[in-house]
């Protein structure tokens, strides 16, 4: 039985979903390149897929393309360019990492772009049943309408306040009912604003929350299995998304929520104002996909950790010594190996546990015998499993 660490429940619980398995994942704002911080995250999620998969489940992988955010308005505006093609430049070259890096392909990869009128109709209807209000041009979602907001994320409002302001979040704009109130729809009246929809709710553009909420009920139906995302987002944005999905009539938004801590670099959270970015392009132009994958298996997905560039020799040593042990595996070091691959995965996927499997495996290397290849099918399900194939 596999077991997960649930964010919202702040426990280990048994993860025994149906056939099929709805799993939304944040993804990604196209405004620069696709990082080491990005491949982190989705590794997560795309480990848990091939294990899902392995055990005979349908997973629909959704990972939305957040087009319609200030950064990239603001990001196409420096480079003189047209914000949708920034956008979709940069989704492909994301697209084509995730290629390059053996991802399982997600179901669906929405763009915010393509659901503005679903999204306008949430925001009418949240205006309805009275739990959103205008101001100005644009309109808040009220908080005081939930009683319940802040105990998905659990923080003080103290820390919720600074977390709101630090992630994109307005809480000093004056006129708002309550500083937490948060953005569902941006009201435009510039007429040289580039992203501007006409809707039910007037000229402008969704907030960033509502993006979310609206793109996995519309694909998965609520509710779906995991919710996930890195474990910046914990608040506000799935804060958010689970009040107001409760106020579109969906009690609970997913079953289970799982975050991902961030690898650090120079001992900050790798992001494009502290300059510590390392891209997956300049990566992948020097280490094999293998390399790069077996290296990120060093960190566990709750934890993170400072980036050691020297992981990428260690992995490159250790991808050679698995290519040798698979030409003489023994066939109970091949079965070894693929049961504590699984078991591994199965514990909230312990990717440390996963490390120290594939070195014994490695040690199990023989002197070359005739026909060893035959009894290693297993070790080759094992590695397929953590997308090394
Ligand atoms: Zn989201």
Redesign the pocket.
């Known amino acids: 039985m596999m077991r997960l660490f649930n964010t919202a429940s702040q426990q280990y619980q048994e993860f025994n979903p149906g056939h099929v398995v709805g799993l939304?994942?944040?993804?990604i704002t196209p405004y620069d390149s696709a990082h080491l911080g990005h491949i982190t995250t989705f590794m997560t999620y795309d480990l848990l897929q091939r294990r899902l998969e392995d055990l005979g489940h349908e997973v629909r992988l959704v990972r939305?393309i957040?087009d319609v955010d200030d950064p990239i308005f603001k990001r196409a505006t420096e480079l003189g360019l047209d914000y949708t093609q920034l956008a979709s430049e940069e989704t492909a070259s994301f697209q084509s990492v995730m290629e390059l890096l053996h991802f399982r392909p997600a179901y669906a990869e929405p763009l915010a772009s393509s659901y503005i009128d679903q999204m306008a109709a949430a925001v009418q209807k949240l205006l309805d049943v009275g739990v959103a209000y205008s101001l100005e041009d644009d309109i808040y979602f009220d908080v005081s309408s939930d009683p319940a907001f802040g105990t998905f994320s659990g923080f003080s409002e103290r820390l919720q306040l600074a977390f709101m302001k630090r992630r994109g979040g307005d809480p000093a704009r004056p006129g708002k009912r309550a500083p937490l109130d948060f953005l569902l729809w941006h009201g435009v009246t510039d007429p040289a604003d580039p992203a501007v929809w006409e809707s039910v709710v007037g000229r402008g553009r969704p907030g960033?929350?509502i993006?979310?909420?609206v793109?996995?009920h519309e694909l998965l139906g609520t509710p779906f299995d995991i919710h996930g995302?890195g474990d910046d987002?914990i608040f506000p944005?799935?804060e958010c998304?689970v009040a107001q999905s409760k106020a579109l009539g969906q009690p609970q938004l997913a079953k289970h929520w799982m975050h991902v801590a961030p690898l650090l670099y120079l001992g900050e959270k790798m992001s494009k104002s502290l300059g510590n970015l390392i891209f997956a392009k300049d990566l992948l132009d020097n280490h094999a996909p293998n390399v790069i994958r077996l290296a990120l298996l060093r960190y566990h997905y709750r934890t993170g950790g400072e980036w050691q560039p020297e992981f990428l020799e260690e992995a490159a040593e250790l991808h050679a010594g698995l290519q040798k042990a698979l030409l003489t595996c023994s066939e109970s070091a091949a079965s070894e190996l693929l049961e504590s691959i699984r078991r591994a995965l199965d514990d909230d996927l312990d990717t440390h546990q996963i490390y120290h499997a594939l070195h014994n495996f490695a040690a199990s290397a023989q002197p070359a015998v005739p026909d060893a290849k035959h009894y290693c099918s297993p070790a080759k399900t094992a590695l397929n499993l953590l997308g090394l194939g």
């Open positions: 939304y994942t944040c993804g939305n957040t960033w929350h993006e979310c909420s793109m996995a995302g987002l944005h799935h998304e």
